[in-house]
């Protein structure tokens, strides 16, 4: 069985300020872990996955994701935020087999002037 | 195609008629997914095709709503008896059974039911 946790249906940051969105997923066997964003009136697109290589995990625009197992976390981060930052992200996972993708809640970001 | 393509883009329908929504997916993508998103929401799971394997319902919120998918081409969605709740925005994804490939997602049919 796989679950995602999103903490924080919104999250508000100013502009210029760290961005963090948390991630935690449950899953029986090793995940793949994935963060999708979706913009005002579009369809989701991936920002970044994990795949079991690197923990470490750098995608579009420059957010990257930190695979940690141990907590069972795979939060979003971006040192810098910026208004066009402003979306819903959605944490996901799957894994081989034939599992279906779970995703979580989904948390909107608000990036304030 | 390049990409996974949803028809129409808008429907708006009236309360008591049927719908029907298609989804193409991205060519030799096995597993398919629906989803709801109300307005202001997160997803919805609807029902998930893999491959030729049963596919799993779970999601479908009531007998009112179905779909199909012969293969691995065009799915549709069909929501009878629509209700003015059915209002939403329906998303198509497909992808492989690789866990490891992301899913793809179309741009979404927004219902309307007047």
């Known amino acids: 069985a796989q679950s995602v946790t999103q903490l924080g249906s919104h999250v508000s940051v100013s502009e210029g300020a760290l961005v963090l969105l948390r991630c935690n997923y449950s899953?029986?066997?090793?995940?793949?872990l994935f963060w999708y964003v979706q913009y005002p009136n579009q369809g989701l697109q991936l920002l970044l996955k994990?795949?079991?290589?690197?923990?470490l995990v750098k995608g579009i625009n420059g957010f990257e994701a930190e695979f940690k197992k141990s907590e069972t976390s795979f939060h979003l981060t971006k040192p810098s935020a910026h208004m066009s930052d402003a979306a819903e992200y959605f944490c996901a996972v799957s894994n081989t087999g034939g599992f279906k993708t779970i995703f979580g809640a989904g948390t909107r970001l608000f990036v304030k002037a | 195609g390049a990409g996974v393509s949803q028809s129409p883009s808008n429907k708006v329908t009236e309360k008591g008629k049927d719908v029907e929504l298609r989804c193409d997916p991205i060519s030799g993508h096995t597993a398919l997914y629906w989803y709801r998103q109300r307005l202001g929401q997160g997803l919805e799971f609807l029902i998930y095709f893999q491959g030729n394997s049963a596919p799993d319902k779970s999601g479908l919120p009531s007998d009112r709503f179905s779909a199909e998918r012969t293969g691995e081409s065009v799915s549709t969605l069909t929501i009878q008896r629509t209700q003015q709740e059915d209002s939403a925005v329906y998303l198509c994804a497909s992808t492989t059974l690789q866990g490891s490939t992301e899913a793809f997602f179309g741009q979404g049919t927004r219902l309307t039911v007047v």
């Open positions: 994990y795949t079991s290589a690197a923990t």
């Open positions: 899953s029986s066997v090793p995940p793949y």
